[in-house]
């Protein structure tokens, strides 16, 4: 079965726009290369991977889009992009006319309106990503999905995918809430889920039995047609590292949908991002 890694990032502390991780994050408070991700995953078979921005900045998705144009297994780019800036639509244009710059991704997660994203002074940029048919990745938590609800209904051509499942506090017992809202979003067709970031949810301690329920219930609201496999590396290394992921991933994947294995692990990221198999 191939394996595609649908959410991974790359970061270097000595850049200028590089404001994360911090000391306090001690086990990925360090670079982390395209050589350190594939020293990883392909000791465990992964063969290609979407990289994802982790600063809000240009100069960081345009440093990403470099790393991609050096290394063929990077399929696509995940880049950010101001949506509020005077120049966002030839940003945009700019962006969507690189090859491997696949999505954008506001980090919505940490801006203080959690309907930020609904504001009319957007409307131009989101309509922009839609036309470019660039992929809109939400990083948010249960608060904000009513707000992607709306999203997703407001420009039912935007492709958007749920990154880490809307990040449910496992730790701290999050159901209900997260339950009715991942059920209202799952109802827009052009919105799928990321099976990713879900250990460093936990409590430490938590046993892995804790987030079954949570991956069972993505299944069954979006289908296994729906969801992409990513790792979140090197942000994983926090709770556990890369082959604890995927073994745990895989175990999970062939309970809830043994059929859609290679699916959920490969050719959804392909057809979500608009890649060409390689």
């Not at 244009?93 to 999505?103: D, K, V």
């Not at 749920?162 to 109802?187: F, M, N, S, Y």
């Not at 409590?203 to 299944?219: K, M, N, S």
């Not at 790792?231 to 062939?254: E, I, T």
């Amino acid at each position: 079965m191939r394996i595609i890694d649908a959410h991974q990032h790359c970061w270097d502390l000595a850049r200028p726009e590089c404001a994360w991780p911090g000391r306090e994050l001690a086990p990925i408070y360090r670079d982390f290369s395209p050589d350190d991700w594939r020293a990883q995953a392909t000791a465990h078979g992964v063969t290609g991977a979407l990289l994802v921005q982790s600063q809000p900045s240009d100069a960081d998705t345009d440093y990403l889009l470099r790393l991609a144009a050096g290394h063929d297994w990077i399929l696509g780019v995940v880049g950010w992009v101001d949506l509020a800036a005077d120049r966002v639509l030839a940003r945009i244009a700019e962006l969507a006319s690189q090859p491997r710059l696949c999505g954008l991704r506001p980090m919505l997660q940490n801006l203080a309106a959690d309907d930020w994203i609904l504001q009319p002074a957007l409307a131009g940029a989101l309509a922009a990503m839609s036309d470019f048919q660039l992929r809109f990745d939400a990083l948010v938590y249960s608060r904000h999905l009513p707000s992607i609800h709306s999203l997703a209904r407001r420009y039912p051509g935007l492709r958007i995918v749920l990154d880490h499942a809307a990040k449910p506090d496992i730790a701290g017992g999050e159901w209900q809430r997260w339950v009715d809202a991942v059920a209202r979003l799952a109802e827009c067709p052009n919105v799928c889920c990321k099976l990713s970031g879900l250990l460093t949810e936990m409590d430490v301690g938590q046993e892995d039995t804790a987030l079954v329920p949570y991956v069972e219930y993505i299944f069954q609201v979006f289908g296994a047609q729906r969801i992409l496999w990513g790792s979140d590396w090197p942000v994983v290394n926090l709770a556990a590292d890369y082959g604890h992921w995927l073994s745990l991933s895989r175990r999970l994947v062939r309970e809830q949908a043994p059929e859609s294995q290679q699916a959920v692990f490969c050719t959804n990221a392909l057809r979500f991002y608009g890649l060409e198999p390689q």
